[in-house]
């Protein structure tokens, strides 16, 4: 399989899984709006249609290569050398992909069983150990604080209900 395939399938992929967040999965575990601040669904939203636009964008620059280069032999879009001008920054790992994504998709499942406050630390322990960081007390500390400062700038700050069952309540 072609890196441009291969990128083509992973975009294909990601824009999917937007649009199962967008269509199900955000509106399925977010609750209902109390009335006052910003809906609990807008940072969610927000969040996911800018992934989502930022692959349909890369999907139009792959599609976009592969045009210029239709006429051309093109034996080095394989696995090996590439001579377009992008550099590793512009392709896909299918690994690192499911690295992430994987700990999105648990983050939006484990919310509704163990509440924002667990879910998020989980969450950005994981998602630090994929990227590479082996500090655990770094992790722990990070994972901690982040969680804390997104809880407050939620709850206090936008004036939405943190979803799921809550510790400090």
Not at 37 to 54: E, F, H, K, T, Y
Not at 77 to 93: C, L, P, W
Not at 98 to 126: K, W
């Amino acid at each position: 399989m072609t890196r441009d395939k291969r990128d083509s399938i992973a975009y294909l992929v990601v824009i999917g899984f937007c649009i199962l967040m967008l269509a199900w999965g955000i509106p399925a575990y977010t609750p209902e709006y109390p009335g006052y601040g910003a809906s609990p669904a807008l940072v969610s939203n927000v969040a996911v249609s800018l992934m989502m636009v930022m692959a349909i964008l890369s999907l139009i620059r792959v599609a976009a290569e592969r045009r210029r280069n239709s006429g051309q032999q093109t034996s080095s879009t394989e696995d090996g050398e590439d001579d377009s001008g992008f550099t590793q920054v512009g392709r896909v790992n299918l690994a690192h992909l499911a690295g992430i994504m994987i700990p999105c998709v648990l983050l939006v499942i484990l919310i509704d069983y163990i509440g924002y406050e667990l879910a998020s630390f989980a969450f950005l322990m994981t998602l630090q150990y994929v990227i590479g960081n082996r500090n655990w007390m770094q992790s722990i500390i990070l994972s901690i604080v982040l969680t804390a400062v997104l809880y407050i700038v939620m709850r206090y700050g936008f004036g939405v209900p943190v979803p799921g069952p809550q510790i400090f309540s």
